[in-house]
């Protein structure tokens, strides 16, 4: 391996564990929407800050495909 190549595995490691970091923010953010009473403050909130982790590790690991695939290339 090149060091361009190790360096490039280190970024999509650490970016992968970003992801997974925001998918653990998503499922607590769901569970507090699910514990709030449906149509007040508190369960919009939680459901909208879910939705933005969910947004923020779908786009995240599409760009870690992405780097993936220029690796491979």
Known sequence: ????????????????????????????QEARRDRARPGTAAHHQHAHSATLWRVAEQTLRARISELELMSTT
Request: proline share 0%; no cysteine.
């Open 1 to 28: 391996m090149t060091g361009g190549t190790v360096e490039r595995s280190a970024a999509i490691s650490e970016l992968l564990g970003a992801a997974d970091a925001f998918a653990e923010r998503a499922l607590a």
